[in-house]
């Protein structure tokens, strides 16, 4: 028992890194009025939660391997409990933004890279496998428990309530942390790469904010765009300056690798086939999933009108069926190969995409939904199981700081691309469906059409349908013209939401491309094979 107690005090960090997120997930229109602010705004909080920590995972990799994988994980733990006090606390928006999208975001990316590398040198062979699926299944739980605890405490108490119990749950990993040993560093401290940290961190920011912002400002049409480069959206010009960044990333790391002096990350890394192909998968399977989770909440409080506790019910089988798959993962990798396993869960998340498009109507079909969130979690649970093992047994002690801050920014960005990107879709098919149905719609007078569209233009939000009829009556239009126009933007609310779970469908289909460098040797010859074939970060 006692060799493994370095693992309830990982797990629990784990727990703790994951429970927020979904708790926000559930409190969105909750958030929206306590603030009194837009989807928007709450959307790109959690965006910037999940940017945050994919800018700074790299760092916060690099600076266990600098001062040692414990102390960072202690460091970022104390970090996290003050974002969730001030989070707990926050009065405004801008607040909230400062204790939980940026404190806590720090806080996790020096946690999480430290908690991928103690892992794995706490624990070895058949014990860190278990080990890790233990993790996928601790993630699953907090994806379980989230929704429901946050939906019950933004229902009953308040929302703030869960992060102070965060904090409560931070004071208990820190008394448990002693029985976690240090994974000793092999050779000399390595130094922070400074440049190559602003570098990583500015491109992949700058490729993030130009995807939530798209919506704003227009893909390639400017919208409300600042300015217009040459009459286009500055959309399309941020991005691509993120990528240059990424591109003066990539050459200032060989640069210092040339002349001996230590890179942010050695890239060598990224060519080792399973882990490259495990970053793939970890990247592919959180932008699928925080894709999903931010439109069914909206669908489910913004077009259904359920409070956050109904919300968190409903959305329990995904977490169930995710936390089961997860933990009983690791004993599929004896039967099946890895590669095996993970394409059968993207199939599996992909089936249950699509039979979720179906069940987005106007009136819950309710055996259907519980049936296709309980098949997606099956599919998550299973790809979870196996990752994390493949991208820390892909190399050896040395490179398991770089690989754990690899690991955790494909995640986290997966993440901030799956809010930003599946939300951008969400609001601008919300757009184009409703100005698409007023121009349609006979009921309304060409001249309210005019208006409709002028304001449409200005930019939407995903709001209730009795916001818009209270919106509509205000402005002077008779009644029937306002239940027309309520019916339509209730019909493009729809659309647009299936717009989105269809765009996750095509993302799962499209990873299934990546996965045929994972593990697929059959398990008898494969068991010990990573740790025999780990590659090592260079000297």
């Not at 092999?186 to 940290?197: C, M, T």
């Not at 997966?414 to 719609?441: H, P, T, Y």
């Not at 939000?461 to 009556?473: I, Y």
């Not at 659309?495 to 989105?500: C, E, H, R």
Request: hydrophobic share 55%; charged share 15%; proline share 4%.
């Amino acid at each position: 028992m006692k060799r493994w107690l370095p693992l309830v005090a990982l797990a629990t960090a784990q727990f703790v890194m994951v429970l927020d997120q979904s708790v926000m997930n559930v409190s969105i229109s909750q958030l929206v009025e306590d603030f009194d602010t837009t989807v928007s705004t709450i959307q790109a909080v959690i965006t910037l939660y999940c940017l945050v920590m994919a800018m700074l995972m790299l760092t916060g990799g690099k600076i266990g391997d600098i001062i040692g994988r414990r102390k960072a994980f202690v460091i970022g733990l104390i970090i996290y409990a003050c974002g969730s006090a001030m989070t707990a606390a926050a009065p405004t928006v801008a607040v909230l933004t400062l204790g939980w999208s940026i404190l806590e975001g720090i806080g996790a990316a020096l946690v999480l890279p430290s908690m991928a590398a103690l892992i794995a040198g706490n624990f070895e062979g058949e014990s860190r496998k278990g080990a890790y699926a233990i993790i996928g299944g601790v993630a699953g739980a907090g994806i379980a428990i989230g929704p429901i605890l946050g939906g019950w405490a933004t229902t009953e108490l308040s929302w703030r309530v869960v992060f102070l119990g965060e904090v409560v749950l931070v004071l208990f990993i820190l008394a448990m942390v002693k029985h976690v040993v240090d994974t000793p560093l092999e050779g000399e401290k390595p130094h922070l790469d400074v440049v190559g940290s602003v570098l990583a961190a500015s491109g992949l920011g700058l490729i993030v904010l130009g995807t939530l912002q798209s919506s704003t400002w227009g893909w390639v049409a400017p919208k409300d765009s600042p300015i217009e480069p040459f009459g286009f959206s500055m959309t399309l010009f941020v991005i691509a300056f993120g990528g240059v960044l990424l591109w003066g990333f990539v050459r200032w790391q060989h640069r210092r690798e040339a002349h001996g002096q230590d890179p942010l990350v050695h890239l060598a890394l990224l060519k080792v086939p399973p882990l490259r192909s495990g970053l793939i998968g970890m990247l592919s399977q959180n932008l699928i999933l925080m894709g999903i989770f931010f439109s069914i909440p909206l669908y489910l409080q913004i077009v259904l009108g359920l409070d956050a506790l109904d919300t968190g019910i409903k959305m329990l089988p995904v977490s169930i069926t995710m936390f089961i798959t997860s933990a009983v993962g690791s004993r599929l990798s004896a039967r099946f190969t890895v590669r095996s396993i993970v394409r059968a869960g993207l199939w599996t998340t992909l089936a249950a995409a699509v039979a979720l498009l179906a069940t987005i109507q106007p009136t819950l079909a309710d055996t259907a939904f519980k049936l296709s969130m309980a098949v997606l979690g099956v599919g998550m649970g299973l790809i979870v199981s196996q990752l994390g093992n493949v991208v820390q047994s892909s190399v050896d002690a040395s490179g398991r700081g770089e690989a754990g801050g690899l690991q955790y920014t494909g995640q986290q960005l997966g993440s901030s691309l799956g809010v930003a990107l599946i939300g951008s879709i969400v609001l601008i098919g919300l757009s184009g469906a409703f100005v698409s149905k007023i121009q349609d719609d006979p009921a309304i007078a060409d001249e309210i059409e005019a208006q409709i569209e002028a304001v449409v233009e200005e930019g939407i939000d995903f709001v209730p349908a009795d916001q818009v009829e209270a919106a509509v009556l205000d402005a002077g239009v008779d009644e029937a013209t306002t239940a027309a126009i309520v019916d339509d933007y209730e019909d493009a609310s729809l659309n647009a939401l299936k717009v989105g779970l269809l765009a996750t469908a095509f993302l799962a289909l499209f990873s299934l491309a990546f996965t045929g460098d994972l593990p697929h040797d059959p398990p008898s010859r494969s068991e010990d094979a990573p740790d025999d074939t780990a590659a090592a970060v260079p000297a």
